[in-house]
């Protein structure tokens, strides 16, 4: 660690960089114990910049060996080294070129940052800074160069060597048995988009023309013998490429685009300039091997990385302060494909639900940081669900405040502006407010205050004057270095229901509303709606229209009006969700009154839900989410404070059961009617057809019999699918039962060659909420097939404890979190990223009841006095609120 690492840096001290580097010419020699990489770059002065002012370049865990200013070699007295920095005190005036020879060591890589080993395969991950770890450079976002790469390795072992850009040479050297590869990036990129690849793969191939008739090359390389796993992500790329052209015109620009998966990787996917880099968990799909679930996330994030071909590469960011500006304008993109070429009406529901279930608790927990953050300590702790899905929604916003055609008509000035260049959010929203004519400036506010809003409605109706005055009060909440706010600039949907469920025609002033959509901008407002003739039900914050929670004065009867009646699938499935919430959180508020949960009221949910339920012509994938009670931490951010998990658990495990006997027939008639024998197919409608089933057979088992075991077990063994086998395995999991045993044994035999498909083995398991989980990640920590070192592998046993079992994780003697301490400490010594992001799994620790609060609170305090990385140290200190 050097000494810049654990100080803050703030977005208000930007400088521009004083050299760039226009060009860069790599040459990197991989072998087994190290890789020698030269580099030889032209610097020149930035415009401003005082003749003499000492050149900078970083450097981390490199050797140098030897270094030349305009091709003669540096004395010793000319340069200096420091922890993380080459400086050259007295560079030329003037542009010059420097070459560099360095060597790395990739097999001693487990920070899986620069260039590193996944299985005997090099590869590189460099954003946000990693390229600094394969050669001395400047490195940030806002120095753009062209590359040319030259790859040389031993031609057996390593057949194949990707980089970015065009290839543009490949032959032997002779007598050494070694070949090379040269390729060409025509497009300046910043250091963070370098990518190179080196190893023994395999490929398939295809072609893609664009809209303009060029024909691109493409290519997904993998591990010998998972060619047979690639033809989905394939399929998805192509229709990204094409989705891309039809709804922004935007096209691919260079000859060839390649994808290279590996199993060692710290996030999901990099796109890195025509070499995107994967976890494989993120592009090998077969049947028998991944879920729809698997299968919906490749299509999204074989897209998300293409789609950054233009929102990242083309337009990049001036700094990592401006990351959402390629994060959430990209996840926005990625996410209106997934909803026209997949998921339409349920997309929302989707996005909104994961929205809520993790960024909500960011924002209103101790790392809580606006979409830009104005300072972090270490920048790779902010690829979050703030800067990401908050990001997104932002970006959703606008689009639904100008209207779809005005924001590509920004997306497209957008472009034209800052082709080629680094930019900041206020470019992207002044080509927004340009394009539509429309003053956003109080919408900026949403990139620099934190927290969710929090939107309170009240109806009142005056049946003299046939007005229904709608008033809505905004609160932004206090966060972590921000006591008082300002009002947002909020897009809010809403809708009127008369009494016999026809949606009123909603008038302002005389002028009929487009599509329900108020712009709510002070911190209290009133519409007075005319012509309303009798008392209506209110539709608040239709489609989700902003990442903002609402509160209601509605009536239980109302919500159930609204389950059945809103012509709106978002607000009808959210009515549902409400409900069950307010049922559950009751039972878990009232310690353990689990009347509300079996009761009169649960029936009536049952009997609200059945109508929707049994109606052939909602889709079937929209039927299924409304199966879905609210999660464990769906009712515990709801709570909000005083949390107990286990008196959670109780209640939504009471209602699950009381709806399962209530709705019994209905489930039994859906799960018979979802049967088939058809092979299968990862299409929209067949995968809905499935969630359906599941979700049936999870509420039909909820009830713990053993006839809902023999049920469960009939489905795993019945299963011809991924999806059915982890579900049935999942639903068993949760009741511990001998024939629970026999499905994992089974599953174990059956895949535990594969790692993927182990990964869910493990994560099955570790999800299962019961109150000896602990012991259960404490044995499997032990099992041969486990490793600290494969991220997946880490996050499949302990991610998915300490994020997808919260009473497991927070049980009441606090030995879930030790056991997190405990192992992300382990981690922490040699790859900081992955252990930093485990330790996310506190960030709600201080809605805890007190005596679970206490024990998180000795663990925190524990792993603070220990040695930390630079990245645990921001999220630990951060998260217990001591800096
Ligand atoms: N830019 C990547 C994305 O598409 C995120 C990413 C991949 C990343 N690898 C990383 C971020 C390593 C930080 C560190 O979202
Ligand atoms: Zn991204």
Not at 126 to 137: A, K, L, M, S
Not at 613 to 642: C, F, H, M, Q, V
Request: hydrophobic share 40%; net charge negative; charged share 25%.
């Amino acid at each position: 660690m050097n000494d810049q690492s654990r100080t803050t840096k703030f977005l208000k001290d930007y400088a521009p960089p004083e050299y760039l580097i226009k060009d860069v010419a790599l040459d990197a020699s991989l072998a087994p114990k190290g890789a020698r990489v030269s580099s030889r770059i032209s610097i020149e002065p930035n415009a401003g910049t005082v003749a003499g002012t000492p050149l900078v370049l970083d450097g981390e865990a490199l050797t140098l060996e030897s270094i030349a200013l305009n091709g003669q070699e540096l004395e010793a007295g000319r340069y200096t080294l420091s922890p993380g920095k080459l400086t050259i005190a007295n560079p030329p005036v003037g542009s010059f070129t420097l070459d560099i020879v360095t060597r790395c060591n990739p097999e001693a890589n487990l920070e899986l940052s620069g260039l590193y080993l996944s299985s005997g395969t090099y590869c590189t991950q460099c954003e946000p800074e990693g390229f600094r770890r394969i050669t001395y450079f400047i490195d940030r976002p806002d120095v753009l160069a062209t590359y040319t790469v030259r790859l040389e390795a031993d031609r057996k072992s390593v057949p194949v060597l990707l980089s970015n850009g065009n290839p543009v040479d490949a032959g032997e050297i002779e007598g050494t048995g070694r070949h090379y590869a040269i390729w060409h990036d025509p497009h300046p990129k910043p250091s963070y988009l370098f990518a190179l690849v080196g190893g023994n793969l395999a490929s398939i191939h295809d072609t893609f023309t664009t809209a303009s008739g060029r024909e691109v090359a493409l290519g997904i390389y993998v591990e010998p013998g998972k060619e047979d796993r690639c033809d989905w992500a394939m399929e998805s790329l192509k229709r990204a490429m094409r989705w891309d052209e039809e709804r922004f015109g935007l096209e691919y620009d260079l000859d060839v685009f390649n994808i290279v998966a590996v199993s060692d990787f710290n996030m999901g996917a990099m796109e890195n300039k025509g070499l995107n880099i994967f976890n494989d968990k993120l592009v090998l799909a077969r049947p028998d091997t991944a879920s729809d679930a698997d299968y919906t996330s490749i299509e999204s994030v074989i897209a998300h990385e293409y789609f950054h071909n233009w929102t990242g590469n083309r337009v990049t960011c001036r700094d990592w302060f401006q990351l959402c500006l390629k994060e959430g304008l990209t996840v926005f993109r990625d996410q209106e494909f997934t909803d026209d070429v997949r998921m339409g009406p349920v997309m929302r529901i989707l996005t909104a639900r994961l929205l809520k279930a993790r960024q909500f608790p960011e924002d209103a927990g101790p790392l809580a940081h606006p979409v830009r953050p104005a300072s972090y300590i270490e920048i790779n702790n902010f690829y979050t669900a703030t800067v990401y899905e908050k990001g997104a929604e932002l970006c959703r916003m606008l689009q639904t405040l100008i209207g779809k055609d005005a924001f590509r008509q920004g997306i497209a000035l957008y472009f034209e502006r800052n082709d080629g260049t680094a930019a900041t959010v206020e470019d992207f929203v002044s080509a927004m407010a340009d394009a539509s004519g429309r003053d956003l400036t109080q919408f900026m506010r949403w990139y620099t205050q934190s927290g969710t809003p929090e939107i309170a409605c009240s109806l009142d109706y005056d049946p003299h004057a046939k007005t229904a005055r709608l008033k809505v009060n905004q609160v932004v909440p206090p966060t972590p270095g921000q006591s008082s706010k300002e009002p947002m600039h909020i897009p809010l949907k809403v809708g009127l229901i008369g009494a016999n469920g026809d949606e009123l025609p909603l008038k302002l002033n005389g002028e009929t509303v487009p599509g329900g959509l108020l712009e709510v901008t002070e911190r209290e407002q009133v519409f007075e709606f005319e012509d309303i003739p009798a008392p209506p039900t209110p539709s608040i914050l239709r489609d989700f229209s902003a990442p903002v929670r609402v509160t209601t004065s509605l009536k239980p009867e109302q919500i159930e009006f609204l389950m059945i009646h809103d012509a709106d699938p978002f607000n009808r499935w959210q009515a549902a969700q409400t409900y069950a919430t307010d049922l559950i959180a009751t039972a878990a508020r009232d310690g353990l009154d689990l009347g509300p949960v079996s009761g009169p009221q649960a029936a009536r949910l049952a009997q609200a839900l059945e109508p929707g339920l049994r109606d052939e012509t909602l889709a079937p994938t929209y039927r299924a989410e409304t199966l879905k009670l609210p999660s464990e931490s769906d009712i515990a951010r709801e709570l909000g404070r005083n949390v107990d998990t286990d008196a959670i658990l109780a209640a939504r495990d009471t209602l699950r059961k009381t709806l399962s006997e209530a709705m019994a027939d209905t489930l039994s008639a859906i799960y018979a009617a979802t049967a088939t024998d058809d092979a299968f197919s990862p299409d929209p409608d067949s995968a809905g057809r499935r969630a359906l089933r599941n979700a049936a057979l999870d509420l039909m088992t909820a009830t713990g019999t053993q006839e809902a075991i023999d049920r469960a077990l009939r489905h795993y063994r019945n299963a011809t699918n991924m999806t059915d086998s982890i579900m049935a395995l999942s639903v068993l999991s949760h009741i511990p039962s001998d024939e629970c045993d026999e499905a994992l044994d089974d599953f174990y035999t059956r895949w535990q060659g594969d790692a993927l498909v182990l990964d869910k083995w493990f994560a099955v398991q570790a999800r299962a909420g019961r109150p000896d989980s602990v012991a259960t990640v404490h044995r499997l920590l032990g099992h041969p097939k486990f490793s600290l070192k494969n991220p997946n592998r880490v996050r499949a046993l302990i991610g998915s404890f300490a994020m997808g079992n919260p009473s497991g994780f927070n049980r009441a003697d606090g030995a879930g979190y030790a056991f997190l301490a405990q192992q992300a400490l382990k981690i922490d010594g040699f790859n900081p990223h992955v252990a930093a992001r485990l330790l996310g799994a506190f960030e709600s620790w201080k809605t805890l009841e007190p005596g679970r609060q206490a024990h998180a609170k000795k663990a925190l305090q524990g792993l603070s006095s220990a040695e930390l990385s630079t990245d645990a140290y921001e999220i630990v200190t951060k998260t217990l609120g001591s800096a």
